[in-house]
Nanobody, 126 residues
């Protein structure tokens, strides 16, 4: 399964960006898909996740109310809509897929995920 992340860029604080994670039709329909991020000098952290059935989401406390994860099955893509961006959101963002996501809740543990995209850089200026 290949995941292709895109949509990163430079934005001012308070602005918005939408990240895309293109995957196979099978993955979008049956895998849990989440976004993680890694800021300079820090570990990779969970940001948001979408359940395999597409009927549930989960967010880290730091982005709750500002970010939204959703799927477009017709386009085989999972999106991360990011609003009210802050300089602290600056990081490389990765999408990841959990092939056994149908059988468990959305995981925040990066070791749970089987497939990873290449990452896309988001820079938020103050």
């Amino acid at each position: 399964v290949q995941l292709q992340a895109s949509g990163g860029g430079l934005v001012q604080a308070g602005g918005s960006l939408r990240l895309s994670c293109a995957a196979s039709e099978h993955a979008v329909r049956t895998y849990a898909v989440s976004w993680f991020r890694q800021a300079p000098g820090k570990g990779r952290q969970f940001v948001a996740g979408s359940s395999a059935r597409g009927d549930g989401t989960r967010y880290s406390d730091s982005v709750k109310g500002r970010f939204t994860i959703f799927r477009d099955r017709a386009k085989s893509t999972v999106y991360l809509q990011m609003n009210s961006l802050e300089p602290e959101d600056t990081a490389v963002y990765y999408c990841a897929a959990d092939r056994t996501g149908l059988f468990r809740p959305i995981s925040t543990d990066r070791s749970t995920y089987d497939y990873w995209g290449q990452g896309t850089l988001v820079t938020v200026s103050s």
